[in-house]
């Protein structure tokens, strides 16, 4: 009798941690969390991320994860606005096969407000810059995409290229401006840190003087400037420029004040099919990750790898979700007369 109760009393122990649930994982802080993590990865035996990052970074921080815990890593890459429509209707289609997501700030946000994404405690989030974490945000800044003024460096010399924005009111850079077609959370940022009234009067006399192609697509964008068919571009990422520069393209890049960084995201989903690799996995691009991305040319924004630089303004990715409508009609009516 008593070795029946006994054995009885086993298997609810053991049915009890098989049925250990997402939140038990995320919110685990013990000290043996990491090797938990380790053991139930192995199990799972693979991970799905979704990622906008350039190809080659994720498929190098997938490289190192899968060979230091032998966890696959199932990618998936597409643009911050497939990835938030895909796991949408994935969800509401009853089928959930995303695990992590690392992508743009604006679209993390998103996933945020729908629900999918699921709260981690992790001891790595210590190392991160103070803008990296906020209390009840289930995303975690994993990257930062600092807008840069990218330069033809065989049409512009280094010491020629603009040290402001008012500069670019000069009859000089007449026909040689460039923008990112979707930029309206980097104006909304400008402006906020120059003041509305006069952030708008001045994009509208730097464009009515010297015009302004408008492109869409960040690497086209980039790769116009090193074709020289952009000569000056407002809004290239700069990891996009490093990237190019070490292929030894003739760009270079000026960030001029207000320097506006887009934060990018990294997080767990509720629903994630294998969570202990979901948040082994998350914890590793938030450190070992880290360093591969600095050595890419990428901005982390764990302090114990590289600090990121000074005096930065944050894209307020909330903010821009609730007034998009308003900054996406106030960059296009400003910039319009350059769309191509």
Known sequence: M???LAIIVCLVVANAASAETITDIASYTGADRNQRLIDGAKKEGVVSLYSSAVTD??????AAFEKKYGVKVQLWRGSSEDILRRAVTEHRGGRDDVDVAETAGT????LRREQLLQEISSPVFAELIPQAVAPHRPWVTSRLSIFTAAFNTTLIKPEAAPKSYEELTDPQWKGKLGIEADDGNWFMSIAGAMGEDKALALFRKIVARNGMSVRKGHTLLSNLVVAGEVPLALTVYGYRINELKAKAA???GAVLPPAVALPT???VFTHAQHPYA????MDFFLGDGQGILAERGN????RTVQEPPPGLTFVDVAKFLD????WTKLFKETFASGMR
């Open 2 to 4: 008593f070795r029946l």
């Open 57 to 62: 970074d994720s498929n190098a921080i997938a």
């Open 107 to 110: 679209e993390m946000e998103g």
């Open 250 to 252: 003739p760009i270079d």
């Open 265 to 267: 995201g990294i997080a």
């Open 278 to 281: 979901a948040a082994l996995f």
């Open 299 to 302: 901005v982390p924004t764990n």
């Open 323 to 326: 007034e998009g409508d308003k």
